[in-house]
């Protein structure tokens, strides 16, 4: 996870947000490997957050 | 050596990682960690450890965990032993002698009447012993017979490890059924995984790894095994492996496939050998099935037919 947006073109930000979710669902509903803690879901959530204002960005450069 | 291989199959690409011995995995994995996924590999001492049902029976750490599974874990073993005899009572009986019973094979036997007459024998006076027939007997297994175990340790985090025992019981039950029918077996431990790397990396979607717990030619260390069988093994070197791959791993190294074989196991299978893959048992109704299903693959006519 923790996709790093400067690194983006246009052509694969839709994927690199399709592919945190899903990993941060995974991680939320515990169907990875991985386990959580309450600290890490703290960290998913922001990430969310993060992930969240880049698309309302994306959303609002459409004509 | 490290022994992998990354290629694609059925249109999806797959990495798979072995060692032919636990020994070999603590010689070699931690440089190929090291190369890509040291700071991922960190995160694994901490995960689950609030947690008692993690690793459970009492392991509360990794190092504890991961001491078991080199030194022998006896308190485990001896529980898997006590609960696959109590599984006994509830397998098909029927099955599980079929399994026992030693194959048929034709011996020459000699009786005073037959198919052919062994003149030297008339000629001594053995009448009773002159006529010869083929008869078809059992007998203790050939030592031809051999069947390699991959047992799938892979659990989403959500799984308990008391949960978790049921594999590990119906795992110690077949290897106990082959070896009381007499059959060399060679075993592997290991897991299968989907979605493990960081996206963008073209990386493979699926990985097998595997460990090697004891070749054909080895006595069965029971209480490595229970260590090696248990949920733990999972959660501290089955990781360790998926952290071996040469892509950047994801934060939650992906999640279990529950199919397929790693890839030596793949090709022994393909060249027509007998390989049984032991994959999720979560209950004890599922470890009955599992267990009953191995057994009716060996009905004495299908080894008669493989010897």
């Known amino acids: ?63 | 050596m490290e022994k992998t291989a990354e290629f694609t199959a059925g249109g999806a690409a797959e990495y798979h990682i072995w060692f032919d011995s636990l020994e070999e995995m603590h010689a070699e994995l931690p440089a190929m960690i090291r190369r890509h996924n040291l700071e991922a590999s960190h995160q694994l001492t901490t995960w689950g450890m609030s947690n008692d049902a993690w690793f459970g029976f009492g392991i509360n750490s990794y190092t504890e965990m991961t001491t078991k599974i080199r030194d022998g874990w006896p308190e485990y073993a001896e529980l898997l032993g006590k609960r696959a005899a109590e599984l006994d009572a509830a397998l098909d009986l029927e099955t599980v002698r079929a399994m026992t019973i030693d194959v048929r094979k034709r011996k020459r036997h000699r009786m005073d009447q037959g198919d052919t007459l062994d003149l030297p024998r008339v000629w001594n006076g053995d009448l009773d012993h002159a006529w010869e027939r083929p008869v078809r007997v059992p007998r203790r297994s050939a030592s031809q017979r051999y069947v390699t175990i991959y047992l799938d340790v892979s659990a989403a985090a959500m799984r308990n490890a008391r949960d978790a025992v049921w594999r590990a019981i119906a795992a110690k039950k077949i290897t106990d059924l082959f070896t009381s029918a007499g059959f060399s077996t060679e075993i592997w431990v290991g897991d299968s995984t989907s979605g493990a790397y960081v996206w963008n990396q073209n990386a493979p979607a699926k990985t097998w790894t595997g460990v090697r717990v004891k070749e054909f030619s080895q006595p069965i260390n029971e209480d490595r095994l229970a260590a090696m069988s248990s949920v733990g093994m999972l959660r501290t070197h089955g990781f360790e492996m998926i952290c071996g791959s040469p892509w950047k791993v994801q934060s939650s190294l992906g999640m279990p496939l529950n199919r397929g074989l790693v890839l030596p196991l793949r090709e022994r299978q393909e060249a027509g050998e007998r390989v049984i893959r032991i994959g999720e048992c979560w209950t004890r109704e599922e470890a009955i099935r599992e267990v009953t299903a191995v057994a009716q693959s060996l009905l004495p006519q299908k080894l008669e037919e493989a010897s």
């Open chain 1, 1 to 63: 996870m923790k996709t790093s947006w400067d690194q983006l073109s246009d052509d694969n930000v839709v994927d690199a947000i399709v592919n945190d979710l899903q990993e941060a669902s995974r991680l939320i509903d515990r169907q990875s490997f991985g386990s959580v803690r309450d600290s890490q879901t703290v960290e998913i959530k922001r990430i969310l957050e993060e992930t969240k204002a880049k698309i309302d960005s994306l959303l609002e450069r459409l004509p």
